[in-house]
């Protein structure tokens, strides 16, 4: 699975980092990376979570546009 | 080759012994297209595939800044397929630059040569030549009306104007902004290339880039490379600020000292050199023993960017020059992205407490954790950018910012460094170069 977080609809509340703080890693003011946009097997449940969790809608499933339909 | 416009001070010149490539004997007329085409211009469009190669052996590297090469770049962009977008990319965001409208506002049949020829290599359904400059999209209009009637011209190309700004020139905020969003960067993935205008394969490339195209056709790669440097092949405009600066086409290779000597016999010798307009670092003086080129600045930490260079000299402080620089930023980012609003802010605000002589040690760890922590916490590279002109400040002057946590920096005591946009290359270009004539 690949993963995107759009730093510019990052709220910076957290709530991602608490399903997964290796992936979501938040700067000192609260405002969340993705240090990786592969997602290993074990993480993405966490990784669904965190999408569904986020209030500002920043989190998602990202296909490569040519590998699309 | 030289000349300078005294109404408006821009000097531009070629390096001696240097044969120009983009620069022209009359600098400061607008080359009409019987001009351009007298001097070689849109000649008959190559086989496509052989085009390609030219410009993969030439090693042509993208002059808006980051470096990447041209060819790789219309690969990723020709495996796509799909009717891909072409933005030829004018909006020189950067304030201490000016190549990019020089050319526009001069040689728009360059730049358009180029965006032809790259639009027919990628298949292209239509092209946009994206400036912020109402000269220069003057003259790039002209110039295409110029051409429209010509039975050969056969891509569709259209203007689009943006309000300046420092973000507006990255390349995902052409793509946004030419699709009818704001002109601000979006987060990656996906890349222009994957999804642009249109939601299509979307190529951006620096008008100076475009403007080597017709070069790279014209003279095959061999001559081309027959300047310049293994990786950094070619020439460059040079936006070279202070006293003796101005526009200057250069080889890739050269040093900065090199171009002093030229140039800046009679000046005083920089304390600082500010590499790549604001966003490349900031470096001592040994810097001008440094080969001018994509991966000798990287090497010494710092980026070539779009080929801006500020030597700067006393009485200017460069912590000084840092702080101002840094507040720009935390006024003109894209109010986009938390960690950099945030993070250019509080720089902002402990380079000012510094140059001010008010800071203590821990003004500088904190300066020093947020240039290691922010860097790709952003969506386009302007954090990046401001965080490296922290990290070079606190390496490449560690008595420096020493004598100002001492309160010993005689010139910020004095008269301390602060400026809106420092070394901004506003007030040289307008009001517009539109009609100067040579000297």
């Known amino acids: 699975m690949k993963a995107k977080l759009d730093r510019t609809l990052c709220g910076g509340r957290g709530v991602c980092a608490t399903h997964d703080s290796d992936l979501f890693v938040r700067d000192e003011w609260g405002y969340t990376t993705l240090s990786s946009n592969d997602i290993p097997a074990d993480r993405v449940p966490a990784v669904r979570m965190a999408i569904a969790d986020c209030p500002f809608g920043a989190i998602s499933e990202y296909t490569d546009p040519a590998a699309a339909p | 080759?030289?000349?300078?416009?005294?109404?408006?001070?821009?000097?531009?010149?070629?390096?001696?012994?240097?044969?120009?490539?983009?620069?022209?004997?009359?600098?400061?007329?607008?080359?009409?297209?019987?001009?351009?085409?007298?001097?070689?211009?849109?000649?008959?469009?190559?086989?496509?595939?052989?085009?390609?190669?030219?410009?993969?052996?030439a090693g042509l590297r993208g002059r808006g800044g980051a470096g990447f090469p041209l060819y790789l770049k219309l690969a990723a962009v020709r495996t796509r397929g799909s009717s891909p977008v072409v933005i030829a990319n004018g909006e020189e965001g950067e304030p201490v630059s000016l190549k990019d409208r020089w050319l526009l506002r001069y040689r728009p049949h360059a730049v358009l040569d180029g965006l032809r020829l790259v639009a027919r290599l990628v298949e292209a359904r239509r092209s946009y030549v994206y400036v912020s400059d109402e000269h220069a999209r003057q003259s790039v209009q002209s110039a295409l009306d110029e051409i429209s009637g010509c039975p050969w011209w056969e891509v569709d190309v259209q203007v689009a104007y943006v309000d300046p700004s420092y973000v507006a020139g990255e390349a995902s905020a052409a793509a946004q902004w030419i699709d009818g969003g704001p002109p601000v960067p979006t987060d990656k993935p996906p890349r222009p290339f994957e999804r642009g205008v249109d939601g299509l394969p979307t190529l951006v490339s620096n008008v100076e880039t475009l403007a080597h195209v017709p070069q790279v056709q014209r003279m095959g790669p061999r001559a081309y490379r027959s300047v310049g440097t293994r990786t950094s092949p070619g020439t460059f405009l040079l936006t070279l600020g202070g006293p003796g600066g101005g526009l200057l086409e250069v080889p890739f290779g050269v040093t900065l000292g090199e171009i002093l000597a030229w140039r800046c016999k009679e000046t005083a010798e920089p304390v600082a050199v500010l590499l790549g307009g604001y966003s490349g670092g900031i470096f001592a003086p040994s810097a001008l023993d440094m080969e001018l080129e994509y991966d000798a600045a990287a090497a010494a930490g710092g980026s070539l960017g779009c080929g801006a260079i500020v030597p700067i000299r006393k009485p200017d402080c460069p912590v000084g020059v840092v702080a101002s620089i840094m507040s720009y930023f935390a006024r003109n980012n894209a109010g986009q992205c938390g960690s950099c609003v945030n993070g250019t802010r509080a720089m902002a605000d402990a380079l000012e407490s510094l140059r001010n002589q008010s800071a203590g040690p821990e003004e500088r760890e904190r300066l020093r954790r947020w240039a290691a922590i922010l860097p790709g916490r952003g969506a386009c590279q302007l954090l990046d950018g401001a965080a490296l002109s922290v990290t070079t400040l606190l390496r490449e002057f560690p008595a420096l910012v020493e004598e100002h946590l001492e309160a010993r920096c005689s010139e910020c005591q004095d008269a301390p460094f602060e400026h809106p946009a420092p070394y901004s290359t506003a007030a040289i270009l307008d009001p517009a170069m539109g009609e100067a004539t040579v000297r």
């Open chain 2, 1 to 57: 080759m030289s000349a300078t416009d005294h109404r408006r001070h821009l000097s531009v010149a070629v390096y001696p012994g240097l044969e120009p490539r983009l620069l022209r004997g009359d600098l400061h007329v607008r080359e009409t297209l019987s001009d351009y085409v007298a001097r070689g211009g849109y000649c008959d469009a190559a086989d496509p595939s052989r085009l390609m190669q030219a410009i993969g052996r």
